[in-house]
């Protein structure tokens, strides 16, 4: 079956440090990974998704198919980055529906 | 901002009951996704249509069902509510394999 594994509820940084936001999918196909965001007070929307291969405001994520995850990096938090983030996985033998991991909260700390 | 609005924003139901929510599909966007996300959890994948046909099911009970119209605009069914539908329910509209672009949500509980 299809999940996503966002193991921590909570991250804390510090401005400047650099930051890891984990997620670990299970899937026996070819999956498309996503990282959504919500800031407070707005809606979900697309951080980045692993086939475009962009870096979206200083944020990263490499798809390994080997440890099958695909954990969201930036070099240097911002106070701008906490938010909620959500990893999901879109699984096109099932009608491309979207799975979500239950997200991780990050407050960068000034 | 996106095009995709959800309407009402709040709904208050008592168990048995029945509801109905509305989502407007951003311009252009023929396939739509709702989703359920209760306090603390990820959204979860209700259904998704496509040009008004259901197009995907997530694992919830027939009580749950949906409408795509013409005009890609689309409605949520919840019949027979219970008091753990009490959730915020969002809505995506896209094209097909393009990026999902979410409502801000309606907020039901179920007392």
């Known amino acids: 079956a299809q999940r996503v594994t966002q193991p921590e509820k909570l991250l804390s940084v510090f401005k400047g440090a650099p930051v890891e936001l984990k997620c670990n999918y299970s899937?026996?196909?070819?999956?498309?990974l996503f990282w959504y965001v919500q800031y407070s007070r707005q809606r979900l929307q697309l951080l980045l998704r692993?086939?475009s291969r962009e870096s979206i405001k200083g944020f990263t994520a490499d798809l390994n198919k080997g440890e099958t995850s695909f954990h969201l990096k930036k070099p240097f938090a911002q106070e701008e980055d906490s938010a909620m983030y959500y990893c999901?996985?879109?699984?096109?033998?099932?009608?491309?529906?979207?799975?979500f991991g239950t997200g991780t909260s990050l407050t960068v700390i000034p | 901002e996106t095009g995709v609005t959800q309407s009402p924003t709040h709904l208050i139901k008592t168990r048995g009951q029945q509801v109905t929510l509305r989502c407007s599909s951003q311009?252009?966007?023929?396939?739509v996704s709702w989703y359920q996300q209760a306090l603390g959890q990820g959204p979860q994948f209700i259904f998704q249509?496509?040009?008004?046909?259901?197009?995907g099911r997530g694992n919830f009970p027939p009580r749950f069902s949906g409408l795509q119209f013409p005009n890609y605009s689309s409605e949520l069914n919840v019949n027979a509510l219970e008091l753990d539908d009490s959730a915020l329910y969002l809505c995506?509209?896209?094209?097909?394999?393009?990026?999902?672009?979410f409502g801000p949500g309606t907020r039901l509980l179920v007392l």
């Open positions: 999901a996985l879109s699984a096109a033998n099932t009608g491309n529906q979207f799975y």
């Open positions: 899937y026996s196909g070819s999956p498309e």
């Open positions: 692993h086939i």
């Open positions: 311009s252009g966007h023929n396939t």
């Open positions: 249509y496509y040009r008004e046909e259901e197009n």
């Open positions: 995506a509209t896209h094209q097909p394999q393009e990026t999902q672009y």
